[in-house]
């Protein structure tokens, strides 16, 4: 979709948009804050501003927002027969206090409840009257919101104004430190987690079950990655956007609003002021533009900044528009470009998979499509590679008209670009459609070949070949039409089999490139059912058996039921902490970003302390089993007897875009797409693991 999408298409109505609106200035033991509950009403004025009734909007303040007054918010949302599945969107928007705490610290009658929660740290909103009742954890906030994409809307956001950090909030000092000017949305020490029955009872079960049903996984043999504190609200159908990441703090203006609050606020009513619907820009395009009013919120009256703010968006649907269903057009192949004084740089380099004199076009942004944000005549020319970016040489387009942040994207490979190893026992269609492409070598053994190709009179086919155990199995990735019409008659389909070699070669290159790390290793086993709680309706999974992967990494695994499950499970015993990007290479040609690639995007692109690591040194991730995951799951298509996928997660130290990775299969077989500062002595790095699953039909 374009920016041109119009107000009366996606503008929420009264059974579009639902909110529970909470801010909380007055704590009953705590110390008090000025400017929630200005940060409520200013979001709940937003909501009527742009068509929202009342009676879609449950507002909470101080003493309406206790304990019990929240979870008759969340209750109310769920008894609303008006919230259609499909069409609605929930937003549940906290203002006010945040804490946390560690696992280690729940009383023993407590730690049931929190059975198969791997991740220590326990992140809490903070009512009203905490300390005559505890916070309310990620777990309780996780079981609503899941019921309510579950039963309600499979488009929830969590908006979230406070802090939650455990390393922070443990050792801060409450808000002393403070001026007359600014306050922080944070306590240390919250009271202790203890709930009597009365209060679990009324909380949903939390299992996998609860998290992605059928209609809302993208596919049954894809994993999804087990999030951790408030991160397990999200996943295909919540989306999270927080004030700060772990390591810094909510910061607010005293009486007049909090810094996250009033800078998402801002961002939204330019985007009103420019003519357009806030459904037509995507919660990534909200991220973009945010650093801009957080830095000049963030200044004090001598026009010192007082501290560091970063928010980020976590969630796969974070490319649909604000409180919208529908996606906006954001083409992941786009990175970001920065210049710098006289030199311009691209957000991606080694890791990425970037080479030397490629060339790249030039675009404004990434919410409209590639053609029409083109500036033409401009094209970048990659001249100097690092981990995780690139210096580029600007041609066609003078520098002083060369914008300070753009997007650029892929056009062509140097000749130097890595080699496809093609068989085709049709050597004149070969020389007569194929010619002498330098990106090509035609091999005469089937073992060295990665790709075949197959000629009959209607169709060109063709055949991905990998090696397993000393096995070699050939999958079909898809055909083409061999002839197409022109003015002059029926013609060899020569482009469309260039751009099918085309992916082909991307496909390989990205799959084929290796930065080996022997710390991190990769382990896929079969799972069981086990009891979660004796309350949870919905079964848990542990694994079971030794490790399927090999000592190369390959697995062979006989599908007899499709919903048999498995889990992944991915170990750094190193000291170093890591990224991870999942991704699963199909038969296809497809590259798709699963699990651990999920989107979260910070308010400062390259900065990898603005968003939480998900695997530091000393750890494992889980995917399948443990709390809020699907089970992963293989099944083969009517008519094939076997299939290949290659998963590849690439590590990086700092957070960074690895979106141009990806490769849709609508892309490859012609179909219109759908696509929705370093820290110091600290030397970047990157490196992968791969995991080959064979799927052979149980004849």
């Known amino acids: ?75 109310a949302l769920g008894r609303r027969s008006d919230i259609k599945k499909g069409r609605s969107t929930i937003l549940i928007y906290f203002s006010g206090h945040g804490a946390s705490d560690y696992k280690s610290a729940l009383p023993k009658n407590q730690e049931h409840y929190w059975s198969g929660w791997e991740e220590n740290v326990i992140e809490q909103i903070l009512p009203q009257d905490v300390g005559r009742m505890p916070g309310i954890p990620d777990r309780m906030v996780a079981a609503w919101l899941n019921k309510l994409a579950k039963e309600k809307s499979d488009n929830v956001i969590l908006m979230l104004d406070c802090c939650y950090s455990a390393g922070m909030t443990r050792a801060d000092d409450g808000g002393q430190g403070d001026d007359d000017e600014f306050e922080t949305r944070t306590i240390p020490n919250p009271p202790p987690l203890t709930f009597s029955d009365g209060i679990w009872s009324r909380i949903p079960p939390i299992s996998e079950a609860d998290v992605l049903t059928n209609d809302q996984t993208p596919s049954d043999s894809r994993p999804t990655r087990n999030p951790s504190g408030f991160e397990v609200t999200y996943n295909h159908s919540h989306i999270l ?26 961002v939204l009513e330019s985007v009103r002021r420019r003519g357009q619907s806030i459904s037509s820009i995507s919660y990534v395009s909200l991220m973009d533009e945010l650093h801009e009013p957080i830095g000049r919120l963030l200044l004090n009256r001598s026009g010192v900044s007082v501290a560091t703010q970063f928010p980020h968006c976590e969630g796969f649907n974070s490319n649909r528009g604000i409180f919208s269903h529908q996606v906006v057009f954001v083409d992941n192949e786009l990175v970001r470009v920065t210049k710098n004084g006289g030199r311009i740089f691209l957000s991606a380099g080694h890791a990425q998979g970037v080479i ?57 490979a140097p000749h130097n670009f890595p ?44 055949y991905t070949i990998t090696l397993v155990e000393g096995k070699m199995y050939s999958c079909e990735s898809g055909r083409i039409p061999r002839w197409i019409t022109t003015s002059t008659g029926m013609e060899e389909n020569r482009s469309r089999v260039m751009d099918v070699l085309h992916w082909a070669n991307r496909f390989y290159h990205h799959l084929n490139r290796h930065s080996a790390i022997s710390d991190v290793s990769l382990e896929l086993h079969a799972l069981e059912k086990v009891s979660l709680t004796s309350r949870d309706k919905d079964a848990s999974y542990s ?74 040194g000393g750890s494992s991730m889980s995917l399948g089993y443990g709390t809020a995951t699907k089970p992963v799951s293989f099944s083969l298509l009517s008519g094939m007897n076997h299939d290949v996928t290659v998963w590849k997660i690439f590590l990086t130290t700092d957070r960074v875009d690895m979106g141009s990775v990806r490769q849709s299969a609508e892309i490859v077989w012609g179909k219109e797409r759908v696509d929705g500062t370093d820290r110091e002595d600290f030397i970047q790095h990157w490196g992968d693991v791969c995991g080959t699953v064979v799927q052979l039909k149980n004849s």
Not at 373 to 401: C, K, M, Y
Request: aromatic residues 10%; contains cysteine.
């Open 543 to 616: 694994r079971i058996g030794r490790n399927l992967f090999n000592e190369n990494g390959q697995a062979v695994i006989k599908i007899d039921n499709p919903e048999s499950p498995f889990g992944v499970t991915l170990y750094n015993r190193g000291s170093i902490d890591y990224y991870p990007y999942f991704f699963a290479f199909e038969s296809d040609l497809s590259i798709s970003s699963y699990a651990f690639d999920e989107p979260q995007f910070s308010t400062v692109p390259g900065r990898s302390d603005t968003v939480d690591c998900p695997l530091p």
């Open 1 to 75: 979709l374009s920016s041109q999408c119009t107000d009366h298409l996606h503008r929420p109505t009264s059974e579009d948009l639902f909110a529970l609106v909470i801010g909380i200035d007055r704590y009953t033991e705590r110390s008090a804050l000025s400017a929630s509950v200005l940060d409520a009403k200013a979001i709940a004025t937003f909501l009527k501003s742009i068509g929202v009734p009342n009676r879609n909007i449950i507002e909470l303040h101080n003493e309406g927002a206790t304990f019990d007054g929240i979870l008759k918010g969340f209750e």
């Open 419 to 462: 080699l496809l190893n093609v068989i085709c026992r049709d050597s004149a269609w070969v020389r007569n459609v194929v010619g002498r492409r330098q990106d090509i070598r035609r091999v005469a053994r089937r073992e060295d070949a990665q790709l075949e190709i197959v000629i009959d009179n209607r169709e060109v086919a063709f």
């Open 241 to 266: 956007l927080a004030a700060c990441s772990r390591d810094t703090k909510a910061k607010a203006k005293k009486h007049k609003g909090g810094v996250f609050t009033t800078a998402v606020l801002e």
């Open 356 to 412: 030397a004199g490629a060339e790249y076009s030039v675009h404004q942004d990434r919410d409209t499509p590639a053609d029409s944000s083109a500036l033409l005549g401009a094209v970048l020319q990659v001249s100097n590679i690092d981990t995780f970016q690139a210096e580029l040489i600007l041609r066609g387009t003078p520098l002083s008209h060369f914008p300070e942040s753009c997007f650029a994207k892929f056009m062509r």
